[in-house]
């Protein structure tokens, strides 16, 4: 689940060691600035967030203001239940497309898409005592300057090139995404700045059953709700449960002031 995800860090990080070190043999090879360097990286040292810190993005709300605006945990609606995740959200977030130009249809999740969000927050909404009924992944992201438009703009593109399918890599296993088709956006839609919605036609691991599943992705400034609705069996549940969608925004709404 995490191999994407901690593939590039580890790219990142050495870039970053790769930078470093070339900084450390410029300030060796001019003795006269050498103090001057020294100064300098000092500073830089100073102002550098702690490893694991993600500097802040001007312009894009933090994780405590999505968090403000998320459905809160144990909240109802309907019948259905909000909820934190035990662990580290979703098994999705780590899987990745192939072609990689279907990858927003995947995940958007940092590390196995780019723009990186600057923050996230997400959400689960079942209905508890369905062990094998509907789960909808509710997550909000925000994003520095225009990345949560670069986003939607990236969406936008592999709904149309990946429409005639596309390979699902997961862990230790791949799915056939067979058919990518647009679906019916909620009905707030027209108060938010864009809004994309899909229907998957998916082929299982084995090869055998068909699922179906649904995505919505709704941008207001610089954030992002989404919302991916699946269910363990071959029924089609016909889109992500309305109710569900209109409550995450009115509550991003309500915070939003």
């Known amino acids: 689940?995490?191999?994407?995800?901690?593939?590039?860090?580890?790219?990142?990080?050495?870039?970053?060691?790769?930078?470093?070190?070339?900084?450390?043999?410029?300030?060796?090879?001019?003795?006269?600035?050498?103090?001057?360097?020294?100064?300098?990286?000092?500073?830089?040292?100073a102002s550098a967030?702690?490893?694991?810190?993600?500097?802040?993005?001007a312009g894009a709300p933090d994780e405590a203001r999505l968090t403000a605006a998320?459905?809160?945990?144990?909240?109802?609606?309907?019948?259905?239940?909000?909820?934190?995740?035990?662990?580290?959200?979703p098994l999705g977030d780590g899987y990745t497309a192939s072609p990689a130009v279907c990858q927003p249809l995947v995940s958007l999740a940092a590390e196995a898409a780019d723009p990186d969000p600057a923050a996230q927050v997400q959400r689960k909404v079942d209905i508890p005592d369905e062990m094998l009924g509907l789960t909808v992944d509710v997550?909000?992201?925000?994003?520095?300057?225009?990345?949560?438009?670069?986003?939607?703009?990236?969406?936008?593109?592999?709904?149309?090139d990946c429409a005639g399918g596309f390979t699902e890599e997961r862990a230790i296993a791949s799915a056939k995404y067979l058919k990518v088709e647009p679906a019916k956006a909620?009905?707030?839609?027209?108060e938010a700045d864009e809004a994309k919605a899909y229907r998957f036609t998916i082929l299982d691991v084995k090869g055998k059953a068909t699922l179906y599943e649904y995505l919505t992705v709704v941008r207001s400034g610089t954030?992002?709700?989404?919302?991916?609705?699946e269910i363990t069996g071959t029924r089609d549940i016909g889109g992500v449960p309305p109710e569900i969608m209109t409550a995450a925004w009115t509550a991003f709404r309500s915070a939003k002031g």
């Open 49 to 57: 967030p702690a490893t694991g810190t993600p500097a802040p993005t």
């Open 223 to 229: 954030t992002t709700l989404a919302f991916r609705g």
């Open 186 to 190: 909620p009905a707030f839609a027209s």
């Open 139 to 160: 997550t909000l992201r925000s994003y520095g300057g225009d990345g949560a438009a670069a986003v939607m703009k990236s969406l936008d593109k592999a709904g149309k």
């Open 1 to 45: 689940m995490h191999g994407v995800r901690n593939q590039r860090v580890r790219w990142r990080r050495a870039a970053a060691v790769g930078i470093a070190v070339a900084t450390v043999l410029g300030a060796s090879a001019c003795g006269s600035d050498k103090d001057e360097d020294a100064g300098a990286a000092e500073d830089a040292k």
């Open 70 to 89: 998320s459905l809160t945990d144990g909240q109802k609606i309907g019948r259905y239940t909000a909820s934190e995740y035990v662990l580290d959200g």
